[in-house]
């Protein structure tokens, strides 16, 4: 259970940290924000997401937290830490949402002060829209959260950052290594949007809204990407993404091998696989 005399800053005031703000102040928590932007800052204002936030000079919200979420990309949040995790007080737990966790986890928790515990985790409940204003399309009840705890990480903090997923609404958690994450994002998650991208940009598609069916609709569905931000999780995470990308060409291959071969057996054989593997994954 969280407690709600605790201070909660939300440094990254977009889609997932807009909505960690929304739910946590709509729950009573005390909840201040930091963000660049003054029009991001002015709607979450606004709209009653934070009590308190500021685009500079915001040390004292960073001294006064006694929890932090990190709603920054990867490189951001590096370069943030080195420059103002020296205002982070002995004693705060802190969390992030970042996408990959190999060459961040361990880096932030070293930058940090004594006594700062970082424990990285990832909510997967991000949309092909961006930005605080979709923050309220953002539903975490049928999402997963993902808790990467290392070595450093002590049973409070895993405890807390559980008990913030739950608050939070997310029914299932669980805990992974960050390279483990990280080779299991690789295909759910990242391969993903590389197949949806590829088919986009395979021909041009211009002319295909006017007489396109459900099936391209759902399967492009999250070709509508964050540019900057899924270039960054690509390539911090390329030697799984590649993989990934290699047993799929590999699998696309055998299929367009059996077309050649007229082997309609085989076709049969690999959506029978198909219909039961995706019945099973229903079934969860």
Not at 30 to 39: D, P
Not at 90 to 114: C, F, I, Y
Not at 147 to 153: G, M, R, S, V, Y
Not at 176 to 192: F, K, N, R
């Amino acid at each position: 259970m969280l407690d709600k005399s605790k201070n909660y800053l939300i440094v990254g005031l977009g889609l997932l940290g807009g909505k960690y703000a929304q739910v946590l102040s709509q729950k009573g928590y005390n909840v201040t924000g930091i963000t660049h932007s003054q029009a991001t800052l002015d709607y979450a204002l606004q709209h009653d997401y934070i009590r308190a936030g500021k685009n500079a000079d915001f040390e004292d919200l960073i001294r006064a937290a006694d929890c932090i979420v990190f709603g920054l990309y990867p490189t951001v949040l590096l370069e943030w830490v080195a420059q103002y995790g020296q205002y982070i007080r002995p004693g705060t737990m802190v969390t992030d949402v970042s996408g990959v966790k190999r060459g961040v986890v361990e880096p932030v928790q070293a930058a940090l002060p004594d006594g700062v515990e970082f424990i990285a985790s990832h909510p997967m409940a991000g949309r092909e829209t961006s930005g605080i204003a979709h923050s309220a399309e953002v539903n975490f009840a049928p999402a997963n959260f993902i808790i990467t705890p290392t070595d450093k990480n002590t049973q409070a903090g895993i405890d807390w950052c559980h008990a913030l997923a739950e608050e939070l609404g997310f029914k299932r958690i669980t805990i992974l290594t960050p390279a483990e994450h990280d080779y299991m994002i690789g295909y759910v998650s990242q391969l993903c949007h590389a197949i949806a991208v590829s088919l986009m940009c395979a021909s041009d598609n211009t002319e295909l809204a006017k007489y396109t069916g459900d099936s391209f609709r759902d399967l492009t569905r999250i070709a509508h990407i964050n540019d900057k931000m899924w270039a960054e999780l690509f390539l911090w995470n390329k030697d799984n993404l590649i993989s990934e990308i290699d047993m799929f060409s590999d699998a696309l291959q055998s299929m367009r091998e059996k077309l050649v071969q007229d082997d309609r057996e085989g076709l049969e054989e690999m959506f029978r696989l198909s219909t039961e593997r995706r019945s099973a994954f229903d079934k969860k």
